[in-house]
């Protein structure tokens, strides 16, 4: 497993915008598919975004499709977050995710998640 530890949350105005950052205590997270899920309170778990390991291939959930963007810096071993147009429904917990796999394939991805971060929390005030 590899130790995640998300930040940037916090409270922000709808419309506004936040970028999360998700840093990894390894010694590269080149051989990992990196993601993001948010839970908001009495709600499942949502997907949110993946990213492969070369960050060639990026997916997303549809309720933030156009509005959030995920990216990665392998070399500083961080996978970022950026939200846009923050709607008070995006209010949640988002928790990093990771994935021992090179697949550019989501369902694959998804299916070798390993390692959930703490997450951290996101409120969206209207």
């Known amino acids: 497993q590899v130790p995640l530890v998300e930040s940037g949350g916090g409270l922000v105005q709808a419309g506004g915008s936040l970028k999360l950052s998700c840093a990894a205590s390894?010694?590269?997270?080149?051989?990992?598919?990196m993601g993001w899920f948010r839970q908001a309170p009495g709600k499942e778990r949502e997907f949110v975004a993946a990213i492969s390991w070369s960050g060639g291939n990026t997916y997303y959930g549809e309720s933030v499709k156009g509005r959030f963007t995920i990216s990665r810096d392998n070399a500083r071993n961080t996978v970022f977050l950026q939200m846009n147009s923050l709607k008070p429904g995006d209010t949640a917990v988002y928790s990093c995710?990771?994935?021992?796999?090179?697949?550019?394939?989501?369902?694959?991805?998804?299916?070798?998640?390993?390692?959930w971060g703490q997450g951290t929390l996101v409120t969206v005030s209207s």
């Open positions: 390894v010694r590269t997270i080149s051989d990992y598919a």
């Open positions: 995710v990771a994935a021992k796999t090179t697949s550019q394939a989501l369902a694959i991805m998804l299916g070798a998640l390993d390692t």
